[in-house]
Nanobody, 123 residues
Framework: QVQLVESGGGLVQAGGSLRLSCAAS????????MGWYRQAPGKQRELVAT???????NYADSVKGRFTISRDNAKNTVYLQMNSLKAEDTAVYYC?????????????????WGQGTQVTVSS
């Protein structure tokens, strides 16, 4: 099993910044891609940003130029630096990780989610 623990959410005024962190622990052979998703009330969960194990990044158009995803492989941690926040960024932000395990059956790959952290941007 793998646990993803998020931190860094909160309440901020429009134009402000927040930094989210997500630390992975447990039975980890290799952390593959990691990412952040968000879900606003009444809306579907959507991709915010992803990063591969070698640092290749991908962003939703709505956050390009404002958000930066990064990771520290030594700490099994992914970060999301959010600048110039807007009211429409208000959502629960979820960390996601694609993890390889060594098991009795060999190398297996599973997808994990964190519990979510609330980000609220006041206008």
């Amino acid at each position: 099993q793998v646990q993803l623990v998020e931190s860094g959410g909160g309440l901020v005024q429009a134009g402000g910044s927040l930094r989210l962190s997500c630390a992975a622990s447990g039975n980890i052979f290799h952390l593959n891609a990691m990412g952040w998703y968000r879900q606003a009330p009444g809306k579907q969960r959507e991709l915010v940003a992803t990063i591969t194990s070698i640092g290749t990044t991908n962003y939703a158009d709505s956050v390009k130029g404002r958000f930066t995803i990064s990771r520290d492989n030594a700490k099994n941690t992914v970060y999301l630096q959010m600048n110039s926040l807007k009211a429409e960024d208000t959502a629960v932000y979820y960390c996601n990780a694609d993890v390889s395990h060594v098991s009795y059956y060999g190398l297996e790959q599973y997808d994990y989610w964190g519990q979510g952290t609330q980000v609220t941007v006041s206008s």
